[in-house]
Structures are given as C-alpha cells and as structure tokens.
C-alpha cells in the first residue's frame, strides 16, 4: 500500500506539466479530428481547437489534485 501511495503521488507531481503541455500544443493535437473535419470556416475551426485545448488542460489539470488526496487518505490507512 506503501507502493501505491508513492505512485499516485508521483503520478500526481507529472501530471502538472502534462496539464501544462496540453493546454499549449493541445490546439496542434487533433483529438477531436472527426468533429473538426466537417467544419469549413478556418475562423471557427481554429477557435474550437484553441478552446479544446483549453478544455484538456483543465481535465488533465483536476488530476493532481485528486491523485495527491487518494495518496495522501492511503499513506494515513497505511500508517494506521
């Protein structure tokens, strides 16, 4: 349990930059390439990818947060 307390912490501490990351290159990565495709106004096509962007790096964003909390309540189990 000890184990699985520092991995999460670990995955926790990484997930920060990825946030980082995919907020930046996030409009450059075409995750949502099928939805994206049927679009023909550049104008609007960039702006949905800028704000899919952002919508990633939010979602990855809430992990470090819950990664710590769960490492942290299996650190207090494990300690007793």
Do not use: C, N
């Not at 930059?17 to 995919?22: D, F, G, I, N, T």
């Not at 964003?61 to 942290?72: E, K, N």
């Amino acid at each position: 349990m000890k184990f699985l307390a520092e991995v999460l912490f670990w995955l926790g501490l990484i997930s920060i930059p990825l946030s980082w990351v995919m907020w930046y290159f996030g409009a450059r990565v075409e995750i949502a390439r099928h939805v994206l495709a049927d679009i023909a106004d550049p104008a609007l096509k960039a702006a949905l990818k800028e704000a899919h962007a952002e919508r990633w790096g939010l979602f990855i964003g809430l992990w470090p947060v819950t990664l710590f909390v769960l490492s942290y309540l299996i650190e207090q189990r494990v300690l007793g």
